[in-house]
Protein backbone atom coordinates (compact mmCIF):
# COMPACT_ATOMS: atom_id res chain seq x y z
CA UNK A 1 0.00 0.00 0.00
CA UNK A 2 1.41 3.28 -1.01
CA UNK A 3 0.03 6.03 1.34
CA UNK A 4 -0.34 9.93 1.54
CA UNK A 5 0.05 11.81 4.50
CA UNK A 6 -2.15 14.08 5.10
CA UNK A 7 -1.75 16.38 8.36
CA UNK A 8 -3.67 19.47 9.35
CA UNK A 9 -3.63 22.34 12.19
CA UNK A 10 -6.28 24.92 12.53
CA UNK A 11 -5.99 27.61 14.47
CA UNK A 12 -9.89 27.58 15.82
CA UNK A 13 -10.25 27.89 19.14
CA UNK A 14 -11.91 23.88 19.45
CA UNK A 15 -8.27 22.89 17.78
CA UNK A 16 -5.99 24.39 20.73
CA UNK A 17 -5.40 21.13 22.11
CA UNK A 18 -4.61 19.15 19.33
CA UNK A 19 -0.73 18.61 18.23
CA UNK A 20 1.17 21.12 15.77
CA UNK A 21 1.75 19.88 12.46
CA UNK A 22 5.21 18.85 13.04
CA UNK A 23 4.34 16.88 16.04
CA UNK A 24 1.45 15.35 13.49
CA UNK A 25 4.90 14.63 11.61
CA UNK A 26 6.90 13.37 14.05
CA UNK A 27 4.43 10.73 15.42
CA UNK A 28 2.80 9.82 12.02
CA UNK A 29 6.81 8.92 10.90
CA UNK A 30 7.27 7.07 13.57
CA UNK A 31 4.01 5.01 13.99
CA UNK A 32 4.88 4.59 9.54
CA UNK A 33 8.02 3.01 10.41
CA UNK A 34 7.26 0.89 13.35
CA UNK A 35 3.84 -0.74 11.00
CA UNK A 36 6.45 -0.51 8.05
CA UNK A 37 3.85 1.88 6.24
CA UNK A 38 5.27 2.98 2.37
CA UNK A 39 5.06 6.74 2.73
CA UNK A 40 5.22 8.71 -0.93
CA UNK A 41 6.24 12.55 -1.53
CA UNK A 42 6.58 15.04 1.16
CA UNK A 43 3.86 15.11 3.57
CA UNK A 44 0.38 17.91 2.60
CA UNK A 45 0.26 20.33 5.15
CA UNK A 46 -2.69 22.40 5.65
CA UNK A 47 -3.36 25.01 8.16
CA UNK A 48 -7.37 25.41 7.28
CA UNK A 49 -10.76 24.83 9.40
CA UNK A 50 -12.19 21.61 8.60
CA UNK A 51 -15.75 22.72 9.60
CA UNK A 52 -16.62 23.84 5.77
CA UNK A 53 -15.98 21.89 2.82
CA UNK A 54 -13.49 23.70 -0.09
CA UNK A 55 -9.91 23.17 1.36
CA UNK A 56 -7.57 23.13 -1.62
CA UNK A 57 -4.51 21.10 0.00
CA UNK A 58 -7.28 18.06 0.67
CA UNK A 59 -9.26 18.69 -2.57
CA UNK A 60 -5.76 18.01 -4.16
CA UNK A 61 -4.80 14.90 -2.41
CA UNK A 62 -8.15 13.45 -2.69
CA UNK A 63 -7.78 13.97 -6.41
CA UNK A 64 -4.27 12.51 -6.53
CA UNK A 65 -5.68 9.27 -4.93
CA UNK A 66 -8.47 8.75 -6.99
CA UNK A 67 -5.86 9.42 -10.26
CA UNK A 68 -4.07 6.31 -9.22
CA UNK A 69 -0.85 8.26 -7.77
CA UNK A 70 -1.36 6.73 -4.05
CA UNK A 71 -3.33 3.67 -2.40
CA UNK A 72 -4.86 5.64 0.77
CA UNK A 73 -4.21 8.25 3.56
CA UNK A 74 -2.60 8.49 6.39
CA UNK A 75 -3.75 10.81 9.15
CA UNK A 76 -3.31 11.41 13.25
CA UNK A 77 -7.32 11.29 13.42
CA UNK A 78 -10.22 10.57 11.40
CA UNK A 79 -11.10 14.00 12.74
CA UNK A 80 -7.98 15.62 10.92
CA UNK A 81 -10.03 14.70 7.44
CA UNK A 82 -13.14 15.93 8.26
CA UNK A 83 -15.44 18.27 10.46
CA UNK A 84 -18.48 18.52 7.56
CA UNK A 85 -20.40 15.97 6.81
CA UNK A 86 -19.99 16.50 2.68
CA UNK A 87 -16.34 15.62 3.27
CA UNK A 88 -16.94 13.21 5.61
CA UNK A 89 -19.92 11.40 3.53
CA UNK A 90 -17.51 11.72 0.21
CA UNK A 91 -14.62 9.64 2.04
CA UNK A 92 -16.60 6.73 3.32
CA UNK A 93 -18.67 6.65 -0.60
CA UNK A 94 -15.00 6.80 -2.25
CA UNK A 95 -13.53 4.41 0.63
CA UNK A 96 -16.92 1.91 0.10
CA UNK A 97 -16.31 2.03 -3.96
CA UNK A 98 -12.83 0.89 -3.74
CA UNK A 99 -11.75 3.87 -4.77
CA UNK A 100 -9.49 5.00 -1.57
CA UNK A 101 -7.81 1.54 -0.30
CA UNK A 102 -7.51 2.13 3.50
CA UNK A 103 -7.14 5.34 5.76
CA UNK A 104 -4.52 4.62 8.29
CA UNK A 105 -4.51 6.44 11.78
CA UNK A 106 -2.10 5.42 14.83
CA UNK A 107 -5.50 4.12 16.43
CA UNK A 108 -7.12 2.06 13.28
CA UNK A 109 -6.76 1.03 10.12
CA UNK A 110 -10.42 2.12 8.12
CA UNK A 111 -11.48 -0.14 4.69
CA UNK A 112 -14.27 -0.72 3.14
CA UNK A 113 -16.06 -3.01 5.13
CA UNK A 114 -19.57 -1.66 6.52
CA UNK A 115 -18.15 -2.10 10.48
CA UNK A 116 -15.42 0.50 9.24
CA UNK A 117 -18.03 2.48 7.49
CA UNK A 118 -20.55 2.81 10.63
CA UNK A 119 -17.62 3.54 12.81
CA UNK A 120 -16.69 6.50 10.41
CA UNK A 121 -19.95 7.57 10.62
CA UNK A 122 -20.24 7.86 13.52
CA UNK A 123 -16.82 9.77 14.19
CA UNK A 124 -17.50 12.20 11.38
CA UNK A 125 -20.85 12.85 12.80
CA UNK A 126 -19.27 13.55 16.45
CA UNK A 127 -16.51 15.87 14.95
CA UNK A 128 -19.19 17.43 13.78
CA UNK A 129 -21.43 18.15 16.33
CA UNK A 130 -18.30 19.12 18.62
CA UNK A 131 -17.95 22.05 16.04
CA UNK A 132 -21.28 22.77 15.62
CA UNK A 133 -21.85 22.94 19.65
CA UNK A 134 -19.01 24.87 20.14
CA UNK A 135 -19.86 27.32 17.45
CA UNK A 136 -23.52 27.93 19.39
CA UNK A 137 -21.77 28.16 22.52
CA UNK A 138 -19.30 31.02 21.39
CA UNK A 139 -22.27 32.53 19.54
CA UNK A 140 -24.11 33.12 22.86
CA UNK A 141 -21.26 33.68 24.75
CA UNK A 142 -20.70 36.91 22.66
CA UNK A 143 -24.51 37.79 22.99
CA UNK A 144 -24.03 38.05 26.54
CA UNK A 145 -20.27 40.06 26.62
CA UNK A 146 -22.09 42.64 24.01
CA UNK A 147 -25.51 42.37 26.62
CA UNK A 148 -23.05 43.31 29.27
CA UNK A 149 -20.89 45.68 27.56
CA UNK A 150 -18.51 44.11 26.70
CA UNK A 151 -16.49 43.82 23.18
CA UNK A 152 -16.40 40.22 22.28
CA UNK A 153 -13.48 40.52 19.60
CA UNK A 154 -10.26 41.50 19.28
CA UNK A 155 -9.81 45.14 20.80
CA UNK A 156 -10.12 47.77 18.63
CA UNK A 157 -6.82 50.01 18.14
CA UNK A 158 -6.51 52.35 20.77
CA UNK A 159 -7.72 49.66 23.55
CA UNK A 160 -6.14 46.64 25.04
CA UNK A 161 -8.05 43.75 26.82
CA UNK A 162 -7.88 43.56 30.66
CA UNK A 163 -7.41 39.44 31.52
CA UNK A 164 -8.83 40.13 34.91
CA UNK A 165 -12.11 41.75 34.11
CA UNK A 166 -11.90 41.49 30.29
CA UNK A 167 -13.09 44.62 29.78
CA UNK A 168 -11.66 47.08 27.15
CA UNK A 169 -9.03 49.90 28.86
CA UNK A 170 -6.83 52.32 27.31
CA UNK A 171 -3.90 51.39 25.33
CA UNK A 172 -1.22 53.66 26.72
CA UNK A 173 0.77 53.69 23.71
CA UNK A 174 -1.82 54.32 21.32
CA UNK A 175 -5.38 55.78 23.32
CA UNK A 176 -3.95 59.37 23.07
CA UNK A 177 -2.64 59.51 19.36
CA UNK A 178 -6.27 57.98 18.09
CA UNK A 179 -7.99 60.85 20.00
CA UNK A 180 -5.59 62.76 18.62
CA UNK A 181 -6.87 62.23 15.36
CA UNK A 182 -10.53 62.01 15.58
CA UNK A 183 -9.91 66.02 17.47
CA UNK A 184 -8.27 67.21 14.10
CA UNK A 185 -10.85 65.15 11.78
CA UNK A 186 -13.26 67.15 14.08
CA UNK A 187 -11.23 70.37 13.17
CA UNK A 188 -11.71 70.08 9.77
CA UNK A 189 -8.40 68.79 8.29
CA UNK A 190 -8.83 66.14 5.20
CA UNK A 191 -8.70 62.47 5.69
CA UNK A 192 -5.21 62.39 3.62
CA UNK A 193 -3.64 65.13 6.12
CA UNK A 194 -4.87 62.29 8.91
CA UNK A 195 -3.29 59.82 7.32
CA UNK A 196 0.19 61.82 7.07
CA UNK A 197 -0.09 62.79 10.63
CA UNK A 198 -0.79 59.38 11.74
CA UNK A 199 2.24 58.21 10.04
CA UNK A 200 4.10 60.85 11.43
CA UNK A 201 3.10 59.99 14.94
CA UNK A 202 4.12 56.16 14.46
CA UNK A 203 0.57 55.07 14.74
CA UNK A 204 0.82 51.16 14.49
CA UNK A 205 -1.24 48.18 14.72
CA UNK A 206 -0.66 45.86 17.79
CA UNK A 207 1.48 43.01 16.73
CA UNK A 208 -0.34 39.39 17.32
CA UNK A 209 2.14 36.88 16.67
CA UNK A 210 3.23 37.21 12.74
CA UNK A 211 0.52 40.01 12.33
CA UNK A 212 0.62 43.43 12.99
CA UNK A 213 3.27 46.17 14.18
CA UNK A 214 3.00 47.96 10.40
CA UNK A 215 1.42 51.49 10.51
CA UNK A 216 -2.03 52.12 9.82
CA UNK A 217 -3.09 52.52 6.23
CA UNK A 218 -5.88 54.71 4.24
CA UNK A 219 -8.40 52.12 4.49
CA UNK A 220 -8.34 51.50 8.30
CA UNK A 221 -8.04 54.92 9.09
CA UNK A 222 -11.61 55.19 7.13
CA UNK A 223 -12.59 52.37 8.92
CA UNK A 224 -11.84 53.76 12.53
CA UNK A 225 -13.33 56.80 11.10
CA UNK A 226 -16.66 55.24 10.11
CA UNK A 227 -17.20 52.52 13.26
CA UNK A 228 -19.45 53.95 16.11
CA UNK A 229 -17.41 52.29 18.45
CA UNK A 230 -15.58 55.04 19.69
CA UNK A 231 -18.66 56.86 20.69
CA UNK A 232 -19.75 53.98 22.70
CA UNK A 233 -21.69 52.20 20.46
CA UNK A 234 -20.89 48.40 19.45
CA UNK A 235 -22.86 47.67 15.83
CA UNK A 236 -22.90 43.64 15.45
CA UNK A 237 -24.41 42.32 12.11
CA UNK A 238 -26.70 45.75 11.96
CA UNK A 239 -27.54 45.50 15.51
CA UNK A 240 -26.47 48.29 18.51
CA UNK A 241 -24.98 47.55 21.91
CA UNK A 242 -24.20 50.06 24.43
CA UNK A 243 -20.19 49.81 25.36
CA UNK A 244 -19.15 49.87 28.57
CA UNK A 245 -15.34 50.98 27.56
CA UNK A 246 -14.10 54.80 27.57
CA UNK A 247 -15.39 56.68 24.52
CA UNK A 248 -13.23 58.86 22.59
CA UNK A 249 -15.99 60.95 20.86
CA UNK A 250 -19.45 61.50 21.50
CA UNK A 251 -22.05 60.48 19.45
CA UNK A 252 -22.95 64.25 18.31
CA UNK A 253 -19.40 64.73 17.26
CA UNK A 254 -19.39 61.42 15.39
CA UNK A 255 -22.02 62.39 13.13
CA UNK A 256 -20.11 65.23 12.69
CA UNK A 257 -17.28 63.84 11.94
CA UNK A 258 -19.27 61.84 9.51
CA UNK A 259 -20.44 64.80 7.94
CA UNK A 260 -17.06 65.94 7.31
CA UNK A 261 -16.31 62.64 5.87
CA UNK A 262 -18.92 62.63 3.57
CA UNK A 263 -18.29 66.42 2.44
CA UNK A 264 -21.29 67.59 3.35
CA UNK A 265 -18.85 70.18 5.96
CA UNK A 266 -16.37 72.07 4.07
CA UNK A 267 -12.96 71.42 5.70
CA UNK A 268 -11.08 74.24 7.26
CA UNK A 269 -8.09 75.78 5.57
CA UNK A 270 -4.61 74.69 6.53
CA UNK A 271 -2.97 77.07 9.43
CA UNK A 272 -0.78 79.86 8.22
CA UNK A 273 2.97 79.53 8.63
CA UNK A 274 3.38 83.22 9.90
CA UNK A 275 0.72 84.25 12.86
CA UNK A 276 0.11 88.18 12.78
CA UNK A 277 -2.06 89.09 15.56
CA UNK A 278 -4.46 91.49 13.65
CA UNK A 279 -4.59 90.02 9.97
CA UNK A 280 -8.04 89.39 8.94
CA UNK A 281 -9.53 91.49 11.45
CA UNK A 282 -8.87 95.00 9.46
CA UNK A 283 -10.35 96.71 6.42
CA UNK A 284 -9.05 99.68 4.49
CA UNK A 285 -10.97 102.48 5.35
CA UNK A 286 -10.61 104.29 2.11
CA UNK A 287 -11.24 101.26 -0.46
CA UNK A 288 -13.18 98.88 1.69
CA UNK A 289 -10.50 96.22 1.17
CA UNK A 290 -8.94 93.58 2.84
CA UNK A 291 -5.53 94.50 4.73
CA UNK A 292 -2.74 92.16 5.04
CA UNK A 293 0.57 92.33 7.10
CA UNK A 294 4.11 91.82 6.60
CA UNK A 295 7.78 91.95 8.08
CA UNK A 296 9.84 94.31 7.31
CA UNK A 297 13.57 94.93 8.37
CA UNK A 298 15.51 97.57 8.33
CA UNK A 299 19.42 98.09 7.33
CA UNK A 300 20.51 98.05 11.33
CA UNK A 301 18.67 94.42 11.79
CA UNK A 302 15.59 95.84 13.53
CA UNK A 303 12.29 94.31 13.01
CA UNK A 304 8.88 95.76 12.24
CA UNK A 305 5.41 94.43 11.30
CA UNK A 306 3.51 96.52 9.09
CA UNK A 307 0.07 96.42 7.89
CA UNK A 308 -1.17 97.80 5.22
CA UNK A 309 -3.87 97.43 2.40
CA UNK A 310 -3.76 94.42 -0.06
CA UNK A 311 -4.48 96.51 -3.31
CA UNK A 312 -1.39 99.09 -2.42
CA UNK A 313 1.01 96.30 -4.70
CA UNK A 314 -1.22 96.04 -7.50
CA UNK A 315 -1.09 97.66 -10.75
CA UNK A 316 -4.72 98.20 -11.18
CA UNK A 317 -7.26 99.86 -8.76
CA UNK A 318 -4.06 101.09 -6.59
CA UNK A 319 -4.40 102.46 -2.88
CA UNK A 320 -2.51 105.41 -1.46
CA UNK A 321 -3.69 104.58 2.42
CA UNK A 322 -0.05 104.11 3.70
CA UNK A 323 1.26 101.26 6.07
CA UNK A 324 0.48 101.36 9.92
CA UNK A 325 2.97 99.47 12.37
CA UNK A 326 1.69 96.80 14.67
CA UNK A 327 2.75 98.73 17.36
CA UNK A 328 0.75 101.44 16.37
CA UNK A 329 -2.55 99.28 16.19
CA UNK A 330 -2.10 97.93 20.01
CA UNK A 331 -1.32 101.51 21.27
CA UNK A 332 -5.17 102.86 20.14
CA UNK A 333 -6.60 99.60 21.64
CA UNK A 334 -5.01 99.58 24.77
CA UNK A 335 -5.78 103.10 25.30
CA UNK A 336 -9.57 102.15 23.99
CA UNK A 337 -9.08 98.91 27.09
CA UNK A 338 -8.12 101.81 29.16
CA UNK A 339 -11.15 104.27 29.30
CA UNK A 340 -13.58 100.98 28.87
CA UNK A 341 -12.74 99.83 32.27
CA UNK A 342 -15.26 99.84 34.47
CA UNK A 343 -15.89 101.65 37.83
CA UNK A 344 -16.13 99.78 41.36
CA UNK A 345 -19.95 100.87 41.42
CA UNK A 346 -20.96 99.45 38.95
CA UNK A 347 -18.84 95.97 39.33
CA UNK A 348 -20.25 95.69 42.51
CA UNK A 349 -23.96 96.50 41.38
CA UNK A 350 -23.83 94.14 38.52
CA UNK A 351 -22.18 90.94 40.39
CA UNK A 352 -24.72 91.36 43.01
CA UNK A 353 -27.96 90.85 40.13
CA UNK A 354 -26.37 88.35 38.44
CA UNK A 355 -25.48 85.99 42.23
CA UNK A 356 -29.74 86.40 42.59
CA UNK A 357 -29.83 85.08 39.28
CA UNK A 358 -27.48 82.46 39.43
CA UNK A 359 -29.54 81.00 42.14
CA UNK A 360 -32.71 81.27 39.65
CA UNK A 361 -30.21 79.20 36.91
CA UNK A 362 -29.34 76.32 39.24
CA UNK A 363 -33.03 76.08 40.21
CA UNK A 364 -33.82 76.01 36.10
CA UNK A 365 -31.17 73.46 35.56
CA UNK A 366 -32.53 71.00 38.38
CA UNK A 367 -35.57 70.99 36.89
CA UNK A 368 -34.02 70.18 33.20
CA UNK A 369 -31.90 67.33 34.53
CA UNK A 370 -35.51 66.19 36.26
CA UNK A 371 -36.89 66.26 32.31
CA UNK A 372 -34.02 64.60 31.28
CA UNK A 373 -34.34 61.33 33.28
CA UNK A 374 -38.07 61.15 32.57
CA UNK A 375 -36.93 61.41 28.92
CA UNK A 376 -34.51 58.35 30.04
CA UNK A 377 -36.99 56.59 31.52
CA UNK A 378 -39.55 56.70 28.10
CA UNK A 379 -36.94 55.64 25.97
CA UNK A 380 -36.38 52.63 28.39
CA UNK A 381 -40.58 51.78 28.09
CA UNK A 382 -40.53 51.75 24.39
CA UNK A 383 -37.70 49.75 24.11
CA UNK A 384 -39.45 47.49 26.46
CA UNK A 385 -42.83 47.34 24.49
CA UNK A 386 -40.25 47.10 21.34
CA UNK A 387 -39.17 43.43 23.15
CA UNK A 388 -42.46 42.26 23.91
CA UNK A 389 -43.51 42.94 20.45
CA UNK A 390 -40.49 41.21 18.80
CA UNK A 391 -41.79 38.29 21.33
CA UNK A 392 -45.17 38.13 20.26
CA UNK A 393 -44.34 38.16 16.82
CA UNK A 394 -46.02 41.49 15.85
CA UNK A 395 -43.14 42.84 14.52
CA UNK A 396 -40.10 41.27 12.51
CA UNK A 397 -36.65 41.01 13.81
CA UNK A 398 -35.59 43.48 10.62
CA UNK A 399 -38.18 45.97 12.44
CA UNK A 400 -36.76 45.49 15.65
CA UNK A 401 -33.26 46.09 15.18
CA UNK A 402 -33.90 49.04 13.38
CA UNK A 403 -36.15 50.79 15.98
CA UNK A 404 -34.08 49.56 18.81
CA UNK A 405 -30.86 51.13 17.47
CA UNK A 406 -32.50 54.46 17.04
CA UNK A 407 -33.85 54.80 20.63
CA UNK A 408 -30.25 53.53 21.91
CA UNK A 409 -28.78 56.01 19.86
CA UNK A 410 -31.18 58.92 21.15
CA UNK A 411 -30.29 57.30 24.92
CA UNK A 412 -26.64 57.65 23.69
CA UNK A 413 -26.77 61.64 22.73
CA UNK A 414 -29.34 62.14 25.71
CA UNK A 415 -26.62 60.62 28.44
CA UNK A 416 -24.13 62.46 26.50
CA UNK A 417 -25.80 65.80 27.10
CA UNK A 418 -26.88 64.64 30.72
CA UNK A 419 -22.93 64.05 31.16
CA UNK A 420 -22.06 67.77 30.02
CA UNK A 421 -21.46 70.73 32.05
CA UNK A 422 -24.32 72.81 33.89
CA UNK A 423 -23.97 76.47 31.88
CA UNK A 424 -21.18 78.96 32.60
CA UNK A 425 -22.78 81.38 35.74
CA UNK A 426 -22.58 84.86 34.14
CA UNK A 427 -20.78 86.09 37.59
CA UNK A 428 -17.90 84.31 36.77
CA UNK A 429 -17.55 85.62 33.49
CA UNK A 430 -17.88 89.23 34.11
CA UNK A 431 -15.23 88.77 37.13
CA UNK A 432 -13.24 87.43 34.78
CA UNK A 433 -13.78 90.40 32.05
CA UNK A 434 -13.12 93.25 34.67
CA UNK A 435 -9.83 91.18 35.97
CA UNK A 436 -8.88 91.35 32.05
CA UNK A 437 -9.60 94.76 31.66
CA UNK A 438 -7.57 95.78 33.99
CA UNK A 439 -4.64 93.46 32.59
CA UNK A 440 -5.56 94.60 29.07
CA UNK A 441 -3.37 97.87 28.58
CA UNK A 442 -0.51 96.09 29.58
CA UNK A 443 -1.48 92.54 27.22
CA UNK A 444 -1.79 94.59 24.15
CA UNK A 445 1.61 96.26 24.57
CA UNK A 446 3.44 93.42 25.71
CA UNK A 447 1.64 90.62 25.39
CA UNK A 448 1.58 87.54 22.68
CA UNK A 449 0.11 87.85 19.02
CA UNK A 450 -2.83 85.49 20.27
CA UNK A 451 -3.45 87.33 23.39
CA UNK A 452 -3.43 90.71 21.29
CA UNK A 453 -5.97 89.44 18.97
CA UNK A 454 -8.62 87.75 21.79
CA UNK A 455 -8.27 90.88 23.22
CA UNK A 456 -8.95 92.95 19.68
CA UNK A 457 -11.82 90.19 19.10
CA UNK A 458 -13.83 90.44 22.55
CA UNK A 459 -13.64 94.34 22.65
CA UNK A 460 -14.20 95.54 18.71
CA UNK A 461 -15.74 95.02 15.25
CA UNK A 462 -14.84 96.05 11.91
CA UNK A 463 -11.82 97.58 12.87
CA UNK A 464 -10.84 100.10 9.71
CA UNK A 465 -7.12 101.76 8.77
CA UNK A 466 -7.52 105.32 7.59
CA UNK A 467 -5.08 108.55 7.24
CA UNK A 468 -2.47 105.68 8.93
CA UNK A 469 -4.63 105.71 12.26
CA UNK A 470 -7.48 102.87 13.77
CA UNK A 471 -10.75 103.69 14.07
CA UNK A 472 -12.61 101.26 16.81
CA UNK A 473 -16.12 100.33 16.79
CA UNK A 474 -16.54 98.99 20.09
CA UNK A 475 -18.92 95.64 20.70
CA UNK A 476 -21.33 95.66 23.80
CA UNK A 477 -20.86 96.43 26.90
CA UNK A 478 -17.35 98.32 26.27
CA UNK A 479 -19.13 100.86 24.23
CA UNK A 480 -21.48 101.97 27.26
CA UNK A 481 -18.62 101.71 29.37
CA UNK A 482 -16.77 103.78 27.18
CA UNK A 483 -19.48 106.48 26.94
CA UNK A 484 -20.71 106.09 30.41
CA UNK A 485 -17.24 106.19 32.35
CA UNK A 486 -17.97 109.77 33.59
CA UNK A 487 -21.42 108.42 36.08
CA UNK A 488 -20.10 108.05 39.10
CA UNK A 489 -23.39 105.82 40.10
CA UNK A 490 -22.96 103.67 37.05
CA UNK A 491 -25.05 100.38 36.35
CA UNK A 492 -25.11 98.79 33.25
CA UNK A 493 -28.52 97.24 31.50
CA UNK A 494 -28.73 93.56 32.82
CA UNK A 495 -29.64 92.50 29.11
CA UNK A 496 -26.31 94.01 28.02
CA UNK A 497 -24.15 92.02 30.76
CA UNK A 498 -25.86 89.03 29.60
CA UNK A 499 -25.05 89.65 26.11
CA UNK A 500 -21.42 89.99 27.03
CA UNK A 501 -21.20 87.40 29.91
CA UNK A 502 -22.70 84.56 27.66
CA UNK A 503 -20.93 85.20 24.51
CA UNK A 504 -17.83 84.20 26.18
CA UNK A 505 -18.97 80.89 27.75
CA UNK A 506 -15.53 79.97 30.16
CA UNK A 507 -13.14 81.22 27.30
CA UNK A 508 -11.48 84.48 28.37
CA UNK A 509 -11.34 86.72 25.65
CA UNK A 510 -12.99 84.47 23.16
CA UNK A 511 -14.34 86.73 20.27
CA UNK A 512 -17.96 86.66 19.39
CA UNK A 513 -19.40 85.25 16.00
CA UNK A 514 -22.99 87.34 16.31
CA UNK A 515 -22.76 90.73 14.51
CA UNK A 516 -23.29 93.69 17.36
CA UNK A 517 -24.41 96.60 17.27
CA UNK A 518 -22.26 100.13 18.58
CA UNK A 519 -23.47 101.96 21.35
CA UNK A 520 -24.47 105.01 19.25
CA UNK A 521 -27.20 103.40 17.31
CA UNK A 522 -28.83 102.77 20.37
CA UNK A 523 -28.47 105.71 22.70
CA UNK A 524 -29.48 104.47 25.66
CA UNK A 525 -30.64 106.47 28.73
CA UNK A 526 -28.63 105.88 32.04
CA UNK A 527 -30.13 103.59 34.27
CA UNK A 528 -29.70 103.63 38.47
CA UNK A 529 -28.71 102.04 40.93
Sequence with gaps: MKLFMYVRKSSESEERQELSMPAQKTELV????????????????????????GRPVFNAVITKIMAGEADGLLCWKLDRLARNPVDGGSLMYALGKGRIKTITTPERTYSGTADDKLLMSIIFGMATKYSDDLSDN?????????RNGRWPGRPKLGYLRDHESKALIPDPARFSIVVRLWRALLDGRRPLDLLAL???LRLTTPARGRTGGAVVGKSALYRLFHDPFYAGLMMVRGEAFPGTHPPMITMAEFDQAQAVLDGRTRPMTKPKERFFAYRGLLRCGRCGAAVTAKITINRYGKTYTHYYCCRKER????CPEGAVQERTIGNTLAAFAETALPPEPWI???LELLHTEDKLRSLDQARVEKERERQRADLE?????????LVRCVITEEDYTKSNTALLENEQRLGAAGTAPPSVADVEPVEEAVRWLRLANKRLTDGTPQEKRELAEAMTWNLTLESKSLRILAKEPFALLAAWRGFPTLSAWRSHVRTFAR???RVPLSGSTRTESSAQAHSPKPPHL
Design 30 to 53: AFAQRKQLTVIGEPFEEAMSAKEP
Design 138 to 146: VRRGNREAL
Design 198 to 200: ARE
Design 315 to 318: RYQY
Design 348 to 350: KAT
Design 381 to 389: RQRERLRDL
Design 503 to 505: RRD
